[in-house]
C-alpha cells in the first residue's frame, strides 16, 4: 500500500533515515485528496497488493497488470523494483520501456537495476522511500512523454555509478561471481586466471570501496552491493525456495 512517510531526518547520502518502504498502508486522508480516477495504469512486478496502493494513490484509477493484454501502446505503466524477487529483469524492463512509458518504483536494493532499465529507455523513475507526491508527479510526467527522476532517486543511481567507476571490469567480474555465491575456485576458472589473481582482484576492490564507507567485510557485504549495483539478476520470484540468482553473461 502506498503511504506518506514522516522524514526523521536526512543521511549523509541524501537518502531519508527513519522511513520504511512507499508499499505498506494506504493513507486515507491523502487518498481521499488524491486526483480523480485517471486512465488505467499499469503496473508489473511487486506483490499484488500493491496494486491496492496504487489505484488509492491515483484516486482509484483502475490498475492492469501488464500482460493481461488490456493496455494499449504507450501506456503508462509503474515497474515496482521494491522486491528483489519480484522485480523484472533487465531484459523485461527494456522491452516494457519500448512499448510503454514505463516509470520505475524503486527500492534502494535495485538502483542499479533501475540505472540499467532509464539507460535501456525507461522515461521516470522514483524511489518508494519518498513521499507519494513524488511517485505522482512520475506518473505525470511520464503521460505527458517527459523523462523525470525525482532528486533522491538521481542521487542514489549517482552513488551507483560512482561505486561502478571505481571498479574495473574484471573487479565488478569478481563482485559478480563472487556475490553470486561462487568460491574463489570457481571464480577464477570461470574467469580463466589464476586463484591468487581472484584473490588479488577482490582484495584491491575491497581496499578502494573500504575508502569509502561501503560495506565489504563479509560475503554477504559483496552480494548486497552486486545486488545494488545490477550486478545479479534474481530468479526466484516471493515464496519460492531456494533463492537462486542468474549469472549474467557480461557486466557492463
Known amino acids: 500500500m502506498l503511504v506518506e512517510h514522516e522524514v526523521d531526518g536526512s543521511g549523509g547520502d541524501g537518502r531519508p533515515r527513519g522511513t ?5 498502508r494506504t493513507d486515507t486522508a491523502d487518498a481521499r485528496g488524491a486526483a480523480r480516477p485517471g486512465p488505467a495504469l499499469g503496473l508489473v512486478g511487486g506483490h499484488p497488493l500493491g496494486a491496492v496502493g496504487l489505484s488509492a494513490a491515483f484516486g482509484g484509477s483502475e ?4 500482460g ?3 493496455l494499449p501502446p504507450r501506456s503508462v505503466v509503474v515497474a515496482d523494483l521494491t522486491c528483489s524477487g519480484c522485480s ?3 531484459a523485461d524492463l527494456a522491452q516494457l520501456a519500448r512499448q510503454h512509458r514505463l516509470v520505475l518504483l524503486m527500492g534502494q536494493g535495485q538502483v542499479g537495476l533501475a540505472e540499467e532499465a532509464l539507460a535501456d529507455g525507461a522515461l521516470c523513475s522514483v524511489g518508494a522511500w519518498e513521499p507519494v507526491a513524488e511517485l ?4 505525470a510526467a511520464a503521460a505527458a512523454g517527459t523523462p523525470w527522476v525525482s532528486p533522491a532517486a538521481a542521487a542514489a543511481g549517482a552513488q551507483v555509478r560512482e ?3 571505481l571498479l574495473s571490469r574484471q573487479e565488478r567480474e569478481v563482485l559478480r561471481l563472487y556475490g553470486a555465491d561462487l568460491p574463489v575456485k570457481s571464480v577464477a576458472r570461470r574467469m580463466g586466471i589464476t586463484v591468487g589473481t581472484a584473490k588479488e582482484y577482490l582484495k584491491r576492490m575491497r581496499a578502494k570501496l573500504a575508502v569509502r564507507g561501503v560495506p565489504v567485510g563479509t560475503k554477504v557485504d559483496l552480494r548486497v552491493l552486486a545486488e545494488q549495483l545490477g550486478l545479479l539478476s534474481p530468479r526466484a520470484q516471493c515464496g519460492s525456495a531456494p533463492a537462486v540468482v542468474d549469472l549474467r553473461a ?3
Open 63 to 66: 490498475v492492469v497488470a501488464v
Open 163 to 165: 561505486v561502478r567507476a
Open 68 to 70: 493481461s493484454g488490456a
Open 250 to 252: 557480461e557486466v557492463g
Open 88 to 90: 523484472p529483469a533487465t
Open 20 to 24: 520504511t518502504d512507499l508499499l505498506q
Open 136 to 139: 505522482r508527479r512520475a506518473v
